[in-house]
């Protein structure tokens, strides 16, 4: 299993979750086996402060994740995720290895809208 988490900086496991995940300057990549993590990653977000609606999508998809995990995220792009059979996670806050920890107990699942004030990146809401 891969994970991605939208992440404000490069610090892996300690770092913080972004609370969005399209507008956020890194992803942390989490590789896991038998729900440890066997090894980590942070790639810049190519798409920091040109944020294209579909683009983060294909991007967290050709790093082979299964999952995305970010604290917001709009009704398009959970739709985009779900299009490349990525499971979109939403309303994690916090460290990463705290979020993970939640997210493999099975307390954080499924996705709901982002609440921040950009209509033209989260449907319109």
């Known amino acids: 299993m891969r994970i991605a ?66 604290g917001g995220m709009g009704p398009r792009a959970i739709d985009f995720f779900d299009g490349f059979g990525i499971e979109a996670v939403t309303g994690a806050f916090g460290k990463i290895e705290d979020v993970l920890n939640a997210y493999l107990r099975g307390e954080l699942r499924g996705a709901g809208g982002c609440h921040h004030d950009h209509p033209e990146s989260c449907g319109g809401h």
Do not use: M
């Open 5 to 70: 988490f939208a992440s404000e900086d490069k610090l892996g496991l300690s770092g913080e979750v972004s609370a969005h995940f399209g507008r956020c300057p890194y992803y942390t990549f989490l590789e896991l086996e038998d729900g440890k993590v066997k090894k980590w990653e942070v790639l810049d977000n190519p798409y920091h402060g040109n944020h294209v609606p579909g683009k983060v999508p294909e991007f967290i998809n050709s790093q082979r994740a299964n999952v995305i995990i970010a």
